[in-house]
């Protein structure tokens, strides 16, 4: 026979045992409240702030960057109306004072003035200052490309290394364009060719990482070694 009183005694004791953990966790909640009530004031603060301030960066950075357009177009116009000289000081200008991709437009629309000018000293100037100022990573890359291109010649095998190692490590656009360049500097002095066929070797199984152009120059470079020739300057 069940013992009413004692399923009663139970559930009255399940009762209280409830009771007790509410008023339990209520004064938990409210001495963490007395307790920490500013640090949870200050984090909610803090993430208003945090929100406020990214869309306040974003508003400023849209505008900057109209801005700057604005600027570029005006640029083109004054190329236009063949001022010359006041475009190329409004270029120097904005590869100084403006923040986001349109400085690097005025770094290679600058650069590509004083090669077409054949002025390579103002145009490695402008490389050196676009390697470290550019706001791309990629257009920095550029810059060490378009600047080994320019001295190349006067440099050894072991200093076009040297420059363009950046290059040939990084995952860069640019990594086997430099290694191509390297590549052929090893053939031109003649030596390394420990060194070719290292580069060789390390462009095993990355066939389709590499762009056709280079494909074929590393194509020619291979038959190169095994043919031990010399590739003249139709082939490169």
């Known amino acids: 026979m069940v013992d009413k009183n004692k399923d009663m005694n139970s559930d009255n004791a399940r009762a ?11 004064a938990k909640v409210v001495n963490f409240w007395m307790k920490n009530s500013i640090f949870v004031f200050l984090f909610v603060v803090f993430v208003i702030l945090g929100t406020a301030g990214y869309e306040t960066f974003s508003y400023f950075k849209k505008k900057t960057i109209l801005k700057e357009a604005k600027q570029f177009e005006e640029i083109i116009d004054l190329l236009s109306a063949k001022k010359e000289d006041e475009a190329i000081a409004a270029l120097e200008n904005m590869t ?10 005025a770094f ?12 390579p000293e103002m145009a490695v100037k402008v490389l050196d200052d676009m390697i470290e100022n550019a706001y791309s990573k990629t257009y920095r890359q550029y810059a060490v490309m378009q600047k080994m291109y320019m001295l190349s ?8 290394k040297k420059e363009l190692q950046p290059l040939i490590d990084s995952n860069s656009g640019f990594k086997y364009e430099a290694l191509y360049m390297l590549s052929v500097k090893y053939i031109d002095e003649g030596s390394n060719r420990a060194e070719l066929e290292k580069i060789v070797k390390s462009l095993k199984d990355k066939d389709a990482e590499i762009p056709n152009f280079f494909k074929a120059g590393f194509a020619r470079i291979s038959s190169y070694l095994n043919s031990d020739k010399v590739l003249d300057n139709s082939q490169k």
């Open 96 to 105: 100084k004072t403006a923040k986001y991709g349109y400085k690097d437009m």
């Open 108 to 119: 290679v629309n600058l650069y590509s003035h004083y090669v077409s000018k054949n002025n």
């Open 153 to 160: 010649d006067g440099m050894t095998s072991a200093e076009l």
């Open 16 to 26: 209280f045992i409830r009771e007790v953990n509410d008023e339990m966790y209520e």
